[in-house]
């Protein structure tokens, strides 16, 4: 049995130093939103300005889940080919503001916008492995070949589309080829990601997207207005989720769908313990000597390396938008695997070998003590990885928050202004 103990942390995983600065103008041609300043470099008190799509990594939901990610109710309306959206609808709960916009509020408003304006390289921009990636698909939509997004078409065909943020553009051109008739609205914090999608979708799509410097937190939707909403790693940046939940929900055409990819870790990517340990246990297997295993970096409040919001409430997203829209089916994932973007990368960019990963996990345990000792080996590597992959399966099972959730929404209420 391995016996490892962690050393002391001694600096971040270098994922998090491979962003790099970039400034670009919006592109002509580009429709700036009529009531947003996508120009604008600065932050005021009268400003509205944001959106925040950022970071793909983890994902929390209760223990209350089923193994397969959907929620026990989503699932047994499945199986019985039920609708979650048929009967009569609850109204939604009522809006309320959980921050308001004082100074400090601002000016963590404009650190945000700052920071992601000089990132083109965010985590949802570097190139996942295709290991990885399958397994992530599986978890969130049951195929291996098959991302979240490219499940959205099967809801329907949607005219008039609202993206909750704006990312490198690989889903929203998805949507603008997918749907002829679509046309979108693009809200986000940083003018910079802004332009550079803008830069991206114009010459194919332009006249089908209009971009909008907004601040979620404080957003104010047009009624019945959306017959699509679209989140991709947006929602756990954002301080007043209710705000946002019932002015999203009031939006929504009675029709309407809303599909949210999202990071529902624990808040501040601050894990148990539990977690941790776990996850340390099974990264010292790849090295012969456990205490050759590097120090991991884990988020320090203390010494905050992300941007003012970086998942400021992500463990409540889950809970509180299943209160203002209906729910049709949750799946999560990413429990255990989200924790490698703090420590060594680990996992395997390719198939694991024929033999089970028990086989291999006990051989590799069980090696006679005269072998050649090799701090860290191919094999180790890959058992290390496929073990990891285990129990990312398990984990979310013990009531540990998952890193990564692909939910299905409806609207609740009837009525346009219902409440």
Not at 300 to 318: A, G, M, T, Y
Request: include cysteine.
């Amino acid at each position: 049995m391995v016996d490892f103990a962690p050393a002391p942390v001694k600096k971040r995983s270098i994922l998090w130093e491979r962003y790099w600065g970039g400034r670009r103008a919006l592109p002509e041609g580009s429709r700036a939103c009529r009531h947003g300043r996508p120009g604008q470099a600065s932050l005021d008190s009268s400003c509205r300005d944001a959106g925040y799509l950022r970071l793909g990594l983890a994902s929390a939901v209760q223990s209350k889940r089923t193994f397969d990610g959907t929620t026990r109710e989503s699932r047994v309306n499945q199986q019985a080919g039920h609708r979650s959206d048929e009967g009569p609808r609850e109204s939604s709960p009522p809006d309320v503001l959980h921050t308001v916009r004082d100074a400090a509020y601002l000016r963590d408003l404009q650190e945000e916008a700052e920071f992601w304006d000089a990132r083109p390289q965010t985590l949802l921009t570097i190139a996942t492995s295709s290991v990885i990636q399958e397994y992530i698909n599986e978890r969130l939509t049951g195929h291996r070949e098959r991302q979240w997004f490219e499940t959205i078409s099967e809801h329907g065909d949607f005219k008039r589309g609202c993206m909750l943020g704006a990312g490198p553009g690989e889903v929203e051109a998805h949507l603008l080829v997918q749907h002829d008739g679509l046309s979108l609205t693009i809200y986000d914090i940083s003018s910079e990601t802004l332009a550079r999608l803008a830069a991206r979708l114009e010459q194919e799509f332009a006249g089908r997207f209009e971009i909008c410097r907004e601040d979620l937190n404080f957003i104010e939707l047009p009624p019945s207005s959306y017959d699509l909403f679209v989140a991709d790693s947006s929602i756990h940046h954002i301080l007043n989720l209710e705000h946002l939940a019932y002015q999203v929900n009031r939006a929504l055409t009675p029709d309407g769908w809303f599909f949210l990819r999202d990071t529902v870790s624990e808040n501040y990517f601050q894990f148990s313990d539990e977690k941790k340990r776990l996850y340390e246990l099974a990264i010292s297997l790849a090295y012969e000597n456990p205490q050759e295993a590097p120090p991991i970096a884990w988020p320090d409040r203390n010494d905050w390396q992300f941007s003012p919001f970086e998942s400021v409430r992500s463990e409540e997203i889950l809970g509180t938008f299943s209160q203002y829209f209906q729910e049709v089916s949750v799946r999560a994932t990413y429990t255990m695997l989200g924790l490698c973007l703090f420590g060594p990368q680990l996992l395997p960019t390719e198939a694991p070998p024929p033999a089970g990963l028990g086989t291999r996990l006990w051989r590799l345990l069980g090696r006679g003590r005269d072998e050649p000792r090799r701090s860290i080996t191919s094999e180790r590597l890959q058992v290390t990885g496929d073990l990891l992959f285990a129990l990312d399966r398990l984990a979310g099972e013990t009531g540990m928050a998952p890193g990564m959730a692909f939910a299905v929404y409806r609207k609740r209420g009837g009525g346009e202004d219902s409440t």
